[in-house]
């Protein structure tokens, strides 16, 4: 189970946080992404984070937004500065086991709302 929380309403330039709880069966072991979904559009990867701590970012984030994860405490975050008004979606955390041709997400929390105002 994935519980994501932090979303709200920020102005542009400003900042969020958002927070996944994993339960250990889900987190450990396994890689942790956030994905997101703007009004309209389809979801997209916007960083993932292995069990090694290797971190990737989808090219509109980077340099803005840092994905991190606690294996102690069976969580990921988010933070996401600089945040721009075309950031607003709801985003979600998710799990994803390593394949052999990359990763299969197998497990989503339930979405949080983040809005960014110009």
């Known amino acids: 189970q994935l519980q994501a929380s932090g979303g709200g309403l920020v102005q542009a330039g400003g900042s969020l946080r958002l927070s996944c709880a994993a339960s250990?069966?889900?987190?450990?072991?396994?890689?942790m992404g956030w994905y997101r979904q703007a009004p309209g559009k389809q979801r997209e990867l916007v960083a993932r984070i292995t069990s090694g701590g290797t971190a990737n970012y989808a090219e509109f984030v980077k340099g803005r937004f840092i994905i991190s994860r606690d294996n102690a405490k069976n969580t990921v975050d988010l933070q996401m500065n600089s945040l721009k008004p075309e950031d607003t979606g709801v985003y979600y955390c998710?799990?994803?086991?390593?394949?052999?041709?990359?990763?299969?997400?197998?497990?989503w929390g339930q979405g949080t709302l983040v809005t960014v105002s110009s």
């Open positions: 998710n799990a994803a086991r390593v394949i052999m041709k990359g990763y299969e997400n197998f497990s």
């Open positions: 250990g069966s889900i987190f450990s072991g396994n890689a």
